[in-house]
């Protein structure tokens, strides 16, 4: 079975461009988080999809992010216009199930550089 | 303010050794303490998930500790590999508003020598 799966593994982009990150679950899981983790800071929720729906977007840092799940299989993360802020490391994971108890599944992450 | 702490920040031990990663967390209402495995350029792996009635829970040569009372856990590896080399993550999960947080300790990087 295929793991999670995130492209690109990196990207390097100038301050004011657009990025998009890509997170393709373990298929037949319906959720999807998103997670970042800044240089020496710990890793930090962004938000929640189950299936197409945002269950929870609480973590999302303004809105020069926006998180897309059409068809509620991939999800894409897109980041309009970058910022130095922005650098760090994109984690994307799923689980079967929502529940605090459900082992969520990390993809290999996308770091991200914003210069 | 809900809070994950993690020591020490980094350890090196020798291969075969012992050794015990410690985890205290403010946060509240608690639902459950998870332990993760990071290895260098990867994403976590799920060691261990312990809910507030489990205090101890082992995956092969990983156990971990909960005591909810003192809101501490730990993470004990036994006979420590080579392969053990990475970041341990405690992870506390709370509920709120009909959906789950996760809170995240900053990690312990633990190096094994041969």
């Known amino acids: 079975e295929a793991g999670v799966t995130q492209f690109p593994s990196h990207s390097v982009i100038e301050k004011g461009q657009t990025v998009t990150l890509r997170c393709d679950p373990i298929?037949?899981?319906?959720?999807l988080y998103w997670y970042r983790r800044v240089m020496g800071k710990e890793i930090k929720f962004l938000l929640h999809?189950?299936?197409?729906?945002?269950?929870?977007e609480s973590g999302m840092p303004n809105n020069r992010f926006l998180a897309e799940r059409t068809g509620g299989t991939y999800s894409t993360l897109k980041v309009q216009p970058a910022e130095l802020e922005d650098s760090g490391v994109y984690f994307c994971?799923?689980?079967?199930?929502?529940?605090?108890?459900?082992?969520?599944?990390f993809g290999p992450g996308t770091r991200l550089l914003v210069l | 303010k809900n809070q994950v702490e993690q020591s020490p920040q980094s350890l090196i031990i020798l291969e075969g050794k012992n050794c015990t990663l410690q985890c205290n967390y403010t946060v509240s209402p608690f639902s459950n303490l998870r332990w993760y495995k990071q290895d260098t350029g990867r994403g976590p792996v799920s060691l261990t998930i312990?809910?507030?009635?489990?205090n101890t829970k082992s995956n092969g040569r990983y156990t971990a500790t909960l005591d909810a009372d003192t809101k501490q856990s730990s993470l004990h590896i036994t006979a420590s590999q080579l392969s053990d080399s990475a970041s341990y993550i405690c992870v506390v999960s709370f509920a709120t508003s009909g959906t789950y947080k996760y809170i995240f300790g900053t990690g312990t990087r633990l190096k094994v020598l041969a």
């Open positions: 999809f189950v299936k197409e729906s945002k269950q929870d």
């Open positions: 312990m809910t507030f009635s489990e």
């Open positions: 298929s037949g899981h319906d959720n």
């Open positions: 994971a799923s689980s079967l199930k929502g529940g605090s108890q459900e082992t969520q599944y």
